[in-house]
């Protein structure tokens, strides 16, 4: 395999790529000429380097230096407001959210969804997200906003976390909402366009 097929090949592992969209990529980087591709090469280099997972939001991030509590950038920002926490299933649904460039609150990033076979939740951050509440409220929290997916598994989520905050939520007086369904059923998030996600956070109930 020659280094043009090497790269169309990896472009192809790509979520939602095939062969004919890896191969436009090649011949775009071919023609961008020389310092887009020692750019997009050097870019690539530094996410091995420096890649850490916010100890606030729980994201992962490119930090600048190794720290033992990395705060991301969004968290780090004092002028987002405290009042709001929106919590989020992955990375990738944090995003669609901040591509609509309506949320201006704080994230937290739960890991996933409970799965309905199984019910379990042990591979979610239940427990950190639990513990950071305290330290929050203090901090002026009003309002958790459930920003899960909208299928059965986003529902059951939602409903479980209902049930884990109800007793910090009637403590510390702030008040949980979910999304409203500007999304269709069975949508996600990630995939949502910044009009549908504002609605959906307008209409939050
Ligand atoms: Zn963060």
Known sequence: MDSLERLASLFEKFPGIGPRQAERFVQYLL???????????????????????????????????????????????????????AIVASNADLNALERSHTYRG???????TISLASEKTNHLRMRELLSSIPARARNGLREIILALPANPEGDATAV???????????????AITSLGRGLSTGSELEYADPDTIKNALAGRK
């Not at 420096?50 to 920002?77: H, Q």
């Not at 479980?160 to 702030?174: C, G, N, V």
């Open 31 to 85: 023609r961008g000429g020389s310092a887009l591709r020692r750019e997009l090469a050097k870019t690539i280099e530094e996410l091995s380097g420096a890649v850490e997972r916010c100890s606030e939001c729980m994201r992962f991030f490119a930090s600048l230096k190794k720290s033992a509590t990395p705060v991301c950038t969004i968290c780090a920002d004092k002028d987002r407001d405290a009042k709001l926490l």
């Open 160 to 174: 479980r976390l209902r049930e884990e905050l109800a007793p910090l939520s009637k403590e510390s007086k702030f």
């Open 106 to 112: 704080r994230y937290f990033v739960l890991g996933g």
